[in-house]
Antibody, heavy 125, light 107 residues
Framework: EVQLVESGGGLVQPGGSLRLSCAVS????????MSWVRQAPGKGLEWVAT????????YYVDSVKGRFTVSRDNAKNSLYLQMNSLRAEDTAVYYC??????????????????WGKGTTVTVSS | DIQMTQSPSTLSASVGDRVTITCRAS??????LAWYQQKPGKAPKLLIY???TLESGVPSRFSGSGSGTEFTLTINSLQPDDFATYYC?????????FGQGTKVEIK
């Protein structure tokens, strides 16, 4: 069974840092791109970051560039999100998601298929 | 960046109704669009990818269509389990964008 389990959320003051983790099982982690998606309280879904299978390429939404870093450890079947300089607007449930690809004319197109249950990050003084 | 406009934001329907939700992209995304269902307090669930491909295990009453900039999700014969919020996702490139969501409520 495919499982993704996030951890590391909590309450942090503005300007602080947190490191989220996502432990996966049930599939070959190193074969998949992985993503983080967040959802602020009562709001919609927002893509945050995506990392390719070998970690060579990383993509971020503009609002977190320079503050968040996505990484992975394929030997430990784990995905991470280091969040620095946190702001109140980063308050959300953070989901990790597996991102399979479709390929057409040499380009890759990644969507999200399996999601974890999420971990809650609250940025408040 | 590609913007996704989803409509309506809320939809009231009855069991057995046919329901249609629309997503419009600010520029062509070919068929690189997915649909998700989310229930309160739960993670999103993939329903459809590449605009019209049904994810394994998803009931056939769900269907997707469209290409370019306009896409629809149709639920035929709405069931009690289908009352939820639905999101589209465009994945044309290396910046992903969700629609704002459509809440399907009981009429």
């Amino acid at each position: 069974e495919v499982q993704l389990v996030e951890s590391g959320g909590g309450l942090v003051q503005p300007g602080g840092s947190l490191r989220l983790s996502c432990a996966v099982s049930g599939f070959t982690f190193s074969s998949y791109c992985m993503s983080w998606v967040r959802q602020a309280p009562g709001k919609g879904l927002e893509w945050v970051a995506t990392i390719e299978q070998d970690g060579s390429e990383k993509y971020y939404v503009d609002s977190v560039k320079g503050r968040f870093t996505v990484s992975r450890d394929n030997a430990k079947n784990s995905l991470y999100l280091q969040m620095n300089s946190l702001r109140a607007e980063d308050t959300a449930v953070y989901y990790c998601a597996r991102s399979p690809y479709q390929r057409l004319l040499g380009r890759y197109y990644y969507y999200m298929d399996v999601w974890g249950k999420g971990t809650t990050v609250t940025v408040s003084s | 960046d590609i913007q996704m406009t989803q409509s309506p934001s809320t939809l009231s329907a009855s069991v057995g109704d046919r329901v249609t939700i629309t997503c419009r992209a600010s520029q062509s995304i070919s068929s690189w669009l997915a649909w998700y269902q989310q229930k309160p307090g739960k993670a999103p669930k993939l329903l459809i990818y590449q605009a019209s491909t049904l994810e394994s295990g998803v009931p056939s009453r769900f269907s997707g269509s469209g290409s370019g900039t306009e896409f629809t999700l149709t639920i035929n014969s709405l069931q009690p389990d289908d009352f939820a919020t639905y999101y589209c996702l465009q994945y044309n490139g290396y910046s992903w964008t969700f629609g704002q969501g459509t809440k399907v409520e009981i009429k």
